[in-house]
């Protein structure tokens, strides 16, 4: 046994680690300013194609209109000036709501008057949902026994509605005016501020009152 030969053993070859990916890349200053604020701010600081996007994914077709939802009223603004203030996003967005859903109601108080609207859209304000709507909705039956629903009075329109900023107190009111002026004066001198406050603009503005 000892004339025979050791058996070889194979050489370890150690394994190089595979390197890590690389750290991704440090964001400026900027872009850390508003991912910290979007944590406290929520979406209304979100880009505008994501905002558009997300008001299309809640939004809803209504003859024919997409309607987008109602925006509830915010509750973190930091009443410092911010050239996007969430109040005046919130009255861009009340104004858009209230001139889709108005374009809703007209489209469908014309597709009642010509015989077009059907369901739930051809019935009155009010109407209970039990209330058979056209001759199917009740089971057939001789056309001489249905009654047909009254036609709908077009003299009423629905664009005397309340002012949808009324329970907002009147110190933001103000404050959402300002903006609304100190947003136009931007874009007639064509600046977009990079920075939370423009003290000329917004000086002129107050000055304005």
Known sequence: MLDAPLHKVQRATRIQPEPSPPADLPMTT?????AKARLVFGSRLAGPEERQKE???????????LVPPKPEEPDNCCMS???????ELYREEMEEYLAKRNAANHKMMEQRTTG???????????????????M??????????????PKPDTSKTTTDDPDPLAGVPVGIREFMKTEKRLKAKRTAAGKH????LDKDLRASVWGHG
């Open 193 to 196: 501020a990079e920075t939370a």
């Open 55 to 65: 008001l299309e994914s809640r939004s809803q077709m209504i003859a024919g209109v």
């Open 81 to 87: 000036g911010c050239v996007n203030c969430v109040w």
């Open 116 to 134: 077009q609207a059907t369901g739930m859209m051809a019935q009155e304000a009010g109407t209970p949902s039990h209330v058979a709507v056209s």
């Open 136 to 149: 199917d909705d009740d089971g057939g039956g001789s056309e001489t026994n249905w009654v047909p629903p």
């Open 30 to 34: 900027r872009e850390e300013t508003l």
